[in-house]
């Protein structure tokens, strides 16, 4: 087995992995919003990752400098990695069921593909990764029904803002690159740092931090949402983005649907039917084929 292929297994797992995770996220935003506003989601879920993190840098003796050569760039990516996406996906949600926030989610890799073009050196536009995308994006769509569609405003809204939010995760992502050879640990934990520093105004104008009724479920949400999607997966997300590029790691949007329709089978007893096993396929052969490496070599 080569080095290159052993690479590439790694990066598909830890992919799927990410999948599995930020689309048990989704269920657990609709649990946190039975009794915490979005913008409490938001810096709740940002401040439990930043201190879950801190605490693992500190178990494994490593340095924490909040304030350091690479603050701003910390700062930014915290604002568009954290405070945004993290307000702006429980806002969403409220109004749309989950199985179309993800169909929106999804739509990031084709941002992703246009972004990564004029903006990094070695991550430029193909026809392979654009009938990659479209063939992904279809087994998204087929996984989880044609439901896409919103019928008013306030549904409109909703979706505009799941898709904002979903957005910054992309361009975030391009930024990270800038820092991805530090260790992925802690500059998750300052980008999370600095991402409650944002949110933290907010939450004290617009929090309800005196009257909150306590529920074992929401709270439990919350803090599965601040430790493994965020804090674990995130840190994670820097390793793929580091050794697969921002373009590949916007690919697991077609995964996460996969995943929602899943646990829909496995925790309320939904059916699983061909479509599922089709839309599987299709996302498989449309990450392969944008990955499909092209040899310029020609023969003699």
């Given at each position: 087995m080569t080095k290159n292929f052993k690479t590439e297994i790694n990066n598909y797992t830890l992919l799927i992995f990410l999948g599995a995770v930020w689309a048990a996220s989704f269920v657990a935003i609709k649990f946190s919003n039975e009794i915490f506003n979005p913008i409490e989601v938001g810096f709740y879920r940002t401040a439990i990752g930043a201190l879950f993190l801190f605490c693992a840098v500190k178990f494994r003796g490593g340095n924490i400098t909040l304030f350091n050569e690479n603050t701003r760039l910390y700062s930014l990516i915290g604002f568009l990695n954290a405070s945004i996406p993290f307000t702006l996906l429980p806002y969403g949600l409220i109004t749309l069921p989950s199985n179309i926030g993800v169909i929106i989610l999804s739509a990031n890799p084709f941002l992703a593909l246009i972004l990564a073009h004029f903006f990094t050196l070695d991550?430029?536009?193909?026809?392979?990764?654009?009938?990659?995308?479209?063939?992904?994006?279809?087994?998204?769509?087929?996984?989880?029904?044609?439901?896409?569609?919103?019928?008013?405003?306030?549904?409109?809204?909703?979706?505009?803002?799941?898709?904002?939010?979903?957005?910054?995760?992309?361009?975030?992502?391009?930024?990270?690159?800038?820092?991805?050879?530090?260790?992925?640990?802690?500059?998750?934990?300052?980008?999370?740092?600095?991402?409650?520093?944002?949110?933290?105004?907010?939450?004290?104008?617009?929090?309800?931090?005196?009257?909150?009724?306590?529920?074992?479920?929401?709270?439990?949400?919350?803090?599965?949402?601040?430790?493994?999607?965020?804090?674990?997966?995130?840190?994670?997300?820097?390793?793929?983005?580091?050794?697969?590029?921002?373009?590949?790691?916007?690919?697991?949007?077609?995964?996460?649907?996969?995943?929602?329709?899943?646990?829909?089978?496995?925790?309320?007893?939904?059916?699983?039917?061909?479509?599922?096993?089709?839309?599987?396929?299709?996302?498989?052969?449309?990450?392969?084929?944008?990955?499909?490496?092209?040899?310029?070599?020609?023969?003699?």
């Open positions: 991550e430029k536009l193909s026809i392979r990764k654009v009938i990659g995308s479209i063939i992904g994006f279809s087994g998204v769509v087929f996984a989880v029904g044609m439901e896409v569609l919103v019928s008013d405003l306030n549904s409109l809204i909703s979706a505009l803002a799941i898709y904002i939010g979903a957005s910054s995760y992309v361009i975030s992502n391009l930024i990270i690159r800038r820092i991805s050879h530090l260790p992925s640990d802690m500059v998750t934990m300052n980008t999370l740092f600095w991402g409650s520093i944002w949110l933290l105004p907010l939450v004290l104008i617009y929090g309800n931090l005196q009257n909150i009724e306590f529920s074992s479920i929401p709270v439990f949400a919350i803090i599965y949402l601040g430790v493994i999607p965020t804090g674990l997966a995130f840190s994670l997300r820097q390793v793929l983005i580091r050794n697969a590029g921002s373009t590949f790691m916007m690919q697991v949007g077609y995964i996460i649907p996969i995943f929602g329709v899943f646990y829909g089978w496995l925790f309320l007893g939904e059916i699983i039917g061909y479509y599922l096993i089709v839309s599987v396929i299709l996302v498989i052969a449309g990450i392969g084929i944008s990955r499909i490496r092209v040899n310029a070599k020609t023969k003699g």
